[in-house]
């Protein structure tokens, strides 16, 4: 590619991080993108943008459905917008009629004017790197209560958040202190230990806080009481 290569692209479920080796600049048009590059995170709504650098990791997930501008280029100039930026006005217009000409298979004429245009437009400016959705933990901890008996795993926990499970995973090490799996185990010996203080059977709490038997939910339990123990 010279000056760069455009395309329309839905997004949805997260397919996990991954990097390229020139610079990927995206342009929110419908729907609200998650979007995670070396860690930092925030959202791309209709007329946000972000320039992702080349070699660095990023991961994208939506609820539903979020469609973007998505320019791949090698042009070094997108340099100097690197990172989480508000395209000007004027980029987000031309955004939008790049937009059009791409979905009526009008490319060629787009990619040969539009990314240069675009470059020359952007002057953005930055918006903070950590802004994130909140996850609303105790709402999240409710949720997991009903649902203890059956197979639950981080990629569940996280799509429940709109979110990867590398994005789940750090967001909870950030804000709980602990791994998700860590966390999800807390909650889980929290109840039974609950279900233990109201005079329910050991093989009952253990079936209905997801434990494969009486003898391993014990175990864990005790495992938690002398966390220094072995």
């Known amino acids: 590619m010279v000056a760069g290569t455009l395309t329309l692209r839905h997004y949805g479920a997260s397919h996990g991080s991954?990097?390229?080796d020139h610079f990927q600049v995206l342009i929110g048009l419908d729907g609200v993108l998650e979007l995670e590059v070396e860690g930092r995170g925030r959202r791309i709504a209709a007329g946000d943008g972000c320039?992702?650098?080349p070699g660095e990791r990023h991961d994208f997930g939506?609820?539903?459905s979020s469609r973007c501008l998505v320019l791949d280029s090698t042009l070094s100039a997108w340099q100097r917008h690197a990172?989480?930026?508000?395209p000007s006005p004027q980029a987000r217009a031309l955004a939008q009629?790049?937009?059009h000409s791409v979905a009526q298979d009008h490319a060629a004429l787009a990619t040969l004017y539009g990314p240069l245009l675009l470059l020359e437009a952007w002057h953005g400016t930055p918006t903070p790197h950590s802004a994130r959705r909140p996850i609303d933990w105790a709402a999240l901890a409710a949720w997991?209560?009903?649902r203890h008996a059956a197979p639950l795993d981080v990629a569940m926990l996280a799509a429940r958040c709109c979110l990867s499970a590398s994005q789940f995973n750090t967001r909870c090490r950030d804000e709980m202190g602990t791994s998700a799996m860590h966390w999800l185990r807390d909650l889980r010996l929290a109840q039974a230990r609950t279900l233990r203080a109201a005079g329910t059977s050991v093989a009952e709490t253990a079936r209905r806080t997801g434990y494969r038997s009486p003898s391993a939910l014990?175990?864990?339990?005790?495992r938690?009481?002398?966390?220094?123990?072995?």
């Not at 014990?218 to 005790?222: D, E, G, H, K, P």
């Open 18 to 20: 991954h990097a390229h």
């Open 51 to 53: 320039v992702i650098p």
């Open 62 to 64: 939506a609820d539903g």
């Open 83 to 86: 990172g989480h930026t508000t």
């Open 97 to 99: 009629c790049l937009a």
């Open 144 to 146: 997991t209560a009903g």
């Open 218 to 222: 014990t175990a864990a339990l005790r």
């Open 224 to 230: 938690q009481a002398r966390p220094f123990d072995g």
